[in-house]
């Protein structure tokens, strides 16, 4: 009988202890079971004009992998050498068919680069896609499985991650991330104030980077003086260029941004950190 009621009464003292353990989860923030280590978030472009190494192809266009989000995302799926972003992938160990979801930047059928083979590889997935894509590469897509999402106003692709919305036949996407916003382009041909602005209003927070293509190629630096300081304005802490922006653009912003300027480059990832 004691070693019965002693079993007793340390199973009862076993029991008052994980229930006060659950009622300070539960009723104290600051104990909360949902401080447990977040995995960071990865962005890594896959596809681009510049590798970080030998042996890593490149090309005209553009690519990017968010990981550590709800679901991996694939913004964009590069230009007209499929090839190169199918290597990349495996220079990142990274199989094609854990991408959880793509968004596609433009409406146009040149920089769906690989998305067709991925979405063959994988069996289908959904893509999201600017409305205004050319009916022809919906139809495309559906062949493959693709479940096509038409993209008109801003609209969340996963939890912390959501499209602009259509910006004159473009949408760009966003990362809601523990250091702030990060603002991803394919070639932002309506303006990267404009895309920058528009994220903002979706979501007011602080801009920790607005990196992708920016479509400068044409631009002299007294026409870039403006972009940059509307841009600091609305906040922008760091920039990162990639393809379409130009090299004298580029060479620009580097200058203007200076520390604050990301060098992008193929299969080097940008890791964001949980505190």
Request: hydrophobic residues 40%; aromatic residues 6%.
């Amino acid at each position: 009988m004691m070693i019965n009621r002693g079993t007793k009464i340390l199973s009862r003292r076993k029991l008052c202890l994980i229930l006060f353990f659950i009622f300070m989860a539960v009723g104290n923030p600051s104990l909360s079971f949902s401080q447990a280590r977040m995995p960071p978030i990865s962005i890594t472009v896959l596809y681009d004009n510049y590798p970080s190494r030998q042996g890593l192809n490149t090309g005209q266009g553009f690519s990017c992998l968010i990981q550590g989000t709800e679901k991996t995302v694939l913004f964009t799926t590069g230009g007209e050498e499929a090839e190169a972003l199918f290597q990349s992938f495996a220079a990142v160990h990274v199989d094609p068919s854990d991408v959880d979801l793509i968004v596609i930047s433009q409406a146009e059928a040149g920089p769906i680069g690989g998305l067709l083979r991925i979405l063959a590889k994988k069996g289908g997935g959904q893509v999201f896609l600017p409305a205004s894509v050319p009916r022809h590469l919906s139809e495309q897509i559906e062949t493959v499985k693709g479940r096509v999402v038409l993209v008109t106003d801003p609209v969340s692709v996963c939890e912390g991650v959501f499209s602009t919305g259509q910006i004159s036949r473009e949408q760009a996407l966003v990362v809601d991330t523990p250091e702030g916003l990060v603002i991803l382009t394919g070639c932002a041909r309506a303006g990267v104030v404009e895309v920058v602005e528009k994220a903002k209003s979706v979501m007011p927070k602080d801009i920790y980077l607005v990196m992708g293509g920016f479509h400068f190629e044409q631009q002299t630096e007294a026409a870039l003086s403006p972009i940059v300081r509307r841009l600091r304005e609305l906040g922008v802490k760091n920039l990162g260029a990639t393809h379409c922006t130009g090299e004298r653009a580029v060479a620009l912003l580097k200058k203007d941004f200076g520390k604050n300027y990301i060098a992008l480059t193929v299969g080097e990832p940008i890791i964001i950190r949980y505190y």
